[in-house]
T-cell receptor, first 113, second 116 residues
């Protein structure tokens, strides 16, 4: 039973355009959501997060939106750059579980020059 | 400032053998978590160690065990290896207090285990 789902295994966008990566979850008890990106032969690196009490969080070119009623979050990258090409993982956690992260299966983003 | 370091980076074992993977957390971090990432999937939580004790465990059999040392480094042991244990094993560290607020983790590059 996948509690966090990323239904798009891959996404290609043109350099300079917007990249939108989507994530759905089923457990309404999740109270913190994170995005990680992973380059080949490297471990995942933290990108941006959002608490369930917010609906938007921005950090430079990266914005995460949370729609609690739809149990959906998305990561927007504007403008997209070739160096953004990586696998992006959505993750969720809940307080009281030692903050273990439940990950989606990832989306491979390719930014074309 | 060294980040999370893991060893070995790659190893090959045969079914039934045992393996030990090692992890040194980022400086200043006291909490270590282990994740298994199978091919094409996201990382799956194995367990977390804090103050040398297992604080939380995921849905993994008892063949998976761990340890945390006084210097906060950690080991993951897997006994009676199965073909399905082939995966990338990721160690992640965090500062205990901050981690419980946000869940933000710092990952190592992983140990790639192949079971033949």
């Amino acid at each position: 039973d996948q509690q966090v789902k990323q239904n798009s295994p891959s996404l290609s966008v043109q350099e300079g355009r917007i990249s939108i990566l989507n994530c759905d979850y089923t457990n309404s008890m999740f109270d913190y959501f994170l995005w990680y990106k992973k380059y080949p032969a490297e471990g995942p690196t933290f990108l941006i997060s959002i608490s369930s009490i917010k609906d938007k969080n921005e950090d430079g070119r990266f914005t995460v939106f949370l729609n609690k009623s739809a149990k959906h979050l998305s990561l927007h990258i504007v403008p997209s750059q070739p160096g953004d090409s990586a696998v992006y993982f959505c993750a969720a956690s809940l307080y009281g579980s030692a903050r273990q992260l439940t990950f989606g299966s990832g989306t491979q983003l390719t930014v074309l020059p | 400032d060294a980040g999370v370091t893991q060893s070995p980076t790659h190893l090959i074992k045969t079914r039934g053998q045992q393996v030990t993977l090692r992890c040194s957390p980022k400086s200043g971090h006291d909490t270590v978590s282990w994740y298994q990432q199978a091919l094409g999937q996201g990382p799956q939580f194995i367990f977390q160690y804090y103050e040398e004790e297992e604080r939380q465990r995921g849905n993994f059999p008892d063949r998976f065990s761990g340890h945390q040392f006084p210097n906060y480094s950690s080991e993951l042991n897997v006994n009676a290896l199965l073909l399905g244990d082939s995966a990338l094993y990721l160690c992640a560290s965090s500062e205990g207090g901050r981690h419980l607020n946000t869940g933000e983790l710092f990952f190592g590059e992983g140990s790639r285990l192949t079971v033949l």
